[in-house]
């Protein structure tokens, strides 16, 4: 009994929050002639994700539905409150009507509550998950959801696997639960109703408008509710924050549909509108739900193609790095621990260039024509004649990481043991050119080639460098300001190789996926990689224009199509245009 009332108290819809009344949809009403779907109950415990939690779930499955084919899917945060035919949302009748009039598809629903830990002795407190499991922007409960309970769920089931045939709901903190499964794993779930969300600063859900603007724009359909009088804490004000989810969604060209009100926290007016967010939500089914990036006021839209997504270049390699563009367009990249360096011809061809490399990481092309590598198995940089492969030894005792070749022919390396950068001007001994960085990774000239930005996988920053007259670097300063991933316990930005524009654009490899600052040093655009995929670790640009951005991660290389135009380092300095400020 205890256990049930602390349980009550955690939904957000309870009736000890009733107010209203609102007008009843007519397909809120149990009807004669419609046939009922079935409602069946069950536990689940053993998550891996949260262990050690133990909940409630059940499932719908409407009449109609036959296993012929797939059915549509439709998950319920917060389960227990939606099931019942006397509450606010009435799921079970509101799905038989929709269904039985043909304005939403054969769907089964299935509703799932937070965990609890139980306690460890009889007097004992329970831990209570909801917070831990909603609040946090992370995708922790994406995989709980997908990966381990769905599958038990639906095991005797036909749904489909089509993200454009999954819709997801919420409401308070299981709004913002249902908003980050679709969020982070848009190949699941492609249509969200979420009611009076909980998008403030509980557990990181403040930060989601911010990202909402700058991240590139995925294929997501979503309804909001919440009302003028809905929370106002300590932990930030609902009514304002649902006002800025839906400004930021429609400014980065989603699909969105709102419906406000006067009501308090409360799901009332949520379930009293039920009916008509299943029919938006659903119009059009089984027209696929896609991005729509000309309606996107920010980034999206003028650096990205629509429709032209990452694509696979080549995997099962060790762990790929360095990847550069030769004058001809073709891409080589080192594949670390194998000691390999592959090639990527301008048709696609991938091909071996270089085998027993010595565990060479980063790359690039001099004046010369001559490949540039840092050999960190033998602390060497070494450069190659591409066609003959014949082989220079530049510099020794340098555990390099990362180097760039200037129009001039002036190396400079980063060594991360060392948190500094090496200059190697031709036919001379390396010189210490700054040991002024809390850390470094990656190397980039501007296109004036006045400074270089500098990568600190260690925490947010970027830093700055001058590059003066005689090739000396003076005045670094931790300059660009990268995005963190949501709930990385590191607090850190594993900012790695990186690619210029010749609009001064600087394309960082990280772990939320690329980062796109302007000149002064603000993010603009995060281009995430596939679902699946690891973070980048290094970025170049290729193709006939130099407009196909080309990226490592892992065992892969990934590449698409932008509408940015990269430069070379050996290219004469060219002044980018002035930024805004």
Known sequence: MKKSIALLLLLPFSPLFAEGPY????????????????????????????????????????????????????????????IGEKGSFKVPIVFDNLIASGEMPVTIAVFINPGVVP?????????????????????????FLINEILPVALKDLKVSTDPSDRGICGSSSGAIAAFNVAWFRPDSFRRVYSTIGTYVGLRGGDEIVTLLRKTES????????????????????WW????????????SGYEVNHVW???KHSGQHGGAILPEAMRWLWKDHPKPVTTHYDECKGKTKDMLVDGKGWELVSEGHGFTEGPVASADGTVYFSDIPNSKIHTVAPDGKVSLFLENTNKTNGLAFGPDGRLYGCRAGAGEIVSWDVKTKEEKIHAKDIKANDLVVTHDGVIYATEPTTKSVWIIRPGQEKVLGSDKFGGVNGIEAVPDQGRFDVTDPGNRFVWSIMRQPDGSLSDAQPYHHLHLPPGDLDNRSRADGTAMTKDGWLLVATSMGVQVCDQPGRVNLIIPMPVGARFPSNLCFAGPERKTLFATAGDKVFKRETKLTGINAWDAPAAAPKPGL
């Open 261 to 263: 009100g006067e009501g």
């Open 240 to 251: 304002m924050a649902n006002q800025a989810m839906e400004r930021a969604l429609t400014f």
């Open 119 to 143: 306690a460890t002795k009889p007097d004992g407190q329970p831990r209570f998950n909801r917070s831990y499991e909603y609040d946090a922007f992370t995708a922790d409960y994406s995989s």
């Open 218 to 237: 995925k294929p997501l359909r979503i309804f909001l509710q919440d009302g003028s009088n809905d929370n106002n804490i300590y932990c930030g004000d």
């Open 23 to 82: 007008p009843v949809d007519p397909a809120s009403v149990r009807k004669e002639g419609v046939p009922a779907g079935k409602v069946t109950q069950a536990k689940f415990s053993g998550s891996k994700v949260f262990p050690g939690t133990e909940r409630d779930y059940w499932v719908y499955v409407p009449s109609q539905y036959d296993g012929s084919k797939p059915a549509c899917l439709m998950v319920f945060q917060d389960g227990g409150g939606y």
